[in-house]
């Protein structure tokens, strides 16, 4: 992720996916993933529809923090929220730290969904991103995500029918001074 | 339940649910309430103000009033605490009305409040230019209908500003905003509008109406901003001593590109606090952060995260330390249209910017990586971290002039260089002159010495011979020609003639065989030449030439003569004036000339007639030749001999320089070889004494 430019798409942190052919604005903001600011970026969470937790799997520290940032998570978004769980640096397999099955233990617990990615080469990210746009198009097909609540971070724009304004949280959960 | 105390780094779920105890999450800006609760909350508040204000009387609110005093235990305690707020506030406001009396003078309070709205002119015009563009292209009814809402809107606000909480006027504007919005999509007269000029127009809204209300909302004293604020500028300055370092932010601080973005961000953020209007604050932080993202890219070398962004942002508020820092956030928070705070660039930054501020909130020994032992000492003073903010300025100032004194160093060295090139260019370039000229010379001087040497010797010659000693005088009329000054000229000019008659007379001298008569070459300018005196001297230079002489030598005497004018009437006459062009040369180029025809056979014949001339009246002639009174005159010029003229130049006295005479009367006498042999001699005396002359 630290590789990835800041602003994706035109406009600020936003990409448009289509899911079922509908047209979804994602709007993504990166969140400062040190420990320390674990209490403060509260904020962030406000209105997210969606929150993608990532660890790095050749350092288990970063893999360790994880309950406690659910907590958070779980705690501050809707119960709809939906939760992705993705251990980044797939590629560098050699230096794995954390195994992919324990991982999907503690993901398959605590009802997250949960894929290995690359940042670097790229691989899963795309998916990572659809997958959880389309669980919220899910939740809002489902009736537990309110279109027209403010806090429920999904806006639906009646002036361009079809399109959703997601707001996803994506954590950084690599904390470099974790130990 | 939802706790206010210092936040730890684990905060149970407890802590964070409503304090009403409803299961829902609650949150600090709403006094640990849930939404829900909060708003009840808040009509509550209301309720019980307005009762107080118009006694209690039970309707449908004060039973929702009652309702809610059913609320668990834990909680009334608190709304004991808030009730008598209220209370001292409704108390406030009656001493308030105390003054107001009647009703009247309530209405001209709000006038005075209109007033006061609409005083913000400058910024209201200076908006109403930006959105120019906009408004031009709306039509009547849409501007009508704009002026007439944003009318209300003020009025509406004004109308709950002095009674309500913050929070409830914050209900009000994000209501009106939505009121607005919908109004647009739904009123028939808008519906020629895109979404882009839509969005426009709320904006200007949103901008005209917080402008001018920007007086009663921002800080309002029902609130505690100002507290915060001065809370929140005392942390940050007990703060000064943390640095990037503490944050673990990667801002080059020594390096000037970086240092001048931390500079702009830090003005940016500094701006927030005079713009009025939410999004111009916003603005201000988007500036900020983007600046901050830039100097990032700079300092890390790649597009930098929110793990390196976050950092930077609270080391830039706390070097900024911005201005009532607390009510602008709460302000934006307020009254910034909620849309725009929950999404794009702006709402990024500024739920980045709350983080920071509530980082520096709390912040603890621990958040910097420190222990609590040194925390304490930093906090107090005790001690000072080594590489402070000011530090690193000083040496980015430092650096600043290094860089600056580099470069001018570099241009010094290349100018220098640039000199020392040039310098050796030239050295080389006067070597070579030098060998080139010593070559030169050398090869002159090989050649020379040849020359020279046999050139000195005629002047030995001359010296051993007793008649080149004799020779000296020709300098005399030189210096007597000086006094003469007019008819200098004129003399010349009779000179030339005669010179020019020079070749004629020399190729007619066998015709005049015998005739002495020096004069013998005139032509019609002898005619025309009236006066003796110009005669005679035309006839003494004559005689001279073929005597071989050179030319300045019979000047003097002319003028003296009475007829000056005669003189001067004569080249400006006829065909003389064409020869007044080249006096000297001409008689210079002559005696060569002369030379060679004294030496040809028909030169030996000249030298005669001057004998006469000459040696008679040598004697008494001196300097006043016009004593002398007769000269045989007679020329061997067959074209025009006149007696009148010859009558002339016998009256006028030959003016023949001395060594002329000399040299004629003595080669009269000798034979003709005698006579070449001595004209040799003579000449080359002459040529010796040219030379020493010149």
Redesign the interface.
Known sequence: MADCPHTIGVEFGTRIIEVSGQKIKLQIWDTAGQERFRAVTRSYYRGAAGALMVYDITRRSTYNHLSSWLTDTRNLTNPSTVIFLIGNKCDLDAQRDVTYEEAKQFADENGLMFVEASAKTGENVEEAFLETAKKIYQSIQDGRLDLNAAESGVQHKPSQPGRNTLMNDQQANKDSCAC | MYSTKN?????N?AD?KCKNGCGY?GNAEWGGYC?QCHHEHLQRERLKKTGSLRGFHHGERGQIGDKRTKSPVGFSKFEEKKRQQAEKKTKQLLKLSVFRKSSSLKDSNRAEQWQELYNATPELEKLKQDYQDLFSSLSQPVCHDVRKFIYSFNANVLKYADLSPVEELSEIVQNFYQVFAKRM?ANSIYIDLN?EKKEMLLDYVEKYVMTCLYGILFCPPSTTDEEKDLSIQNRIRQLNWVNSQHL?CRINETKSEVCDLVYTAITDILGMDSAKAPQDKLNCVVRCCRNI?LLLQQSVG??????E???ALIFIVLKANPPRLKSNINYITRFCN??RL????GG?YF?NL???V??IE?LTA??L?MSADEFEQYMSGEMVPPSTWESALMMCEGMHLMYEQLAMLEDLHNRYTCFGEGASALKEEMQKFKNDITQEVSAVLARTPLTIQPRKTPTDIDSENPTCEALPPPIVPQIVAPQLGLDLDSVKKTDLAEDMQLDITTASVPRDGLSLSPSFGFSRSLDELMTPDDMFATQESLSFVQGLTSVSYDIDLSDLSADNSYVEDVPAADGCKSSVVFPLEAKEDLTPSLLDTTESPTGDQLPSPIKPVCTGEYQGFAAQGWQIPSIPCETGDTQSLNCDTCGKTDSAPSQVSVERTVDSAASVDRSASQKQETLAKVLSGLMTTFDSLF
């Not at chain 2, 936040?7 to 905060?11: A, E, K, M, V, Y």
């Not at chain 2, 790649?302 to 793990?307: K, R, V």
């Not at chain 2, 929950?342 to 660039?345: A, L, V």
Request: aromatic share 12%.
């Open positions: 936040p730890s780094l684990r905060i779920e964070l999450y939404s999509e979404q673990d993202f790649g597009p930098a995260s929110a793990d962004f976050l950092p909620a849309s929950m999404s794009g660039e990024y739920t709350c983080c920071a509530s980082f709390n621990e958040s990586n």
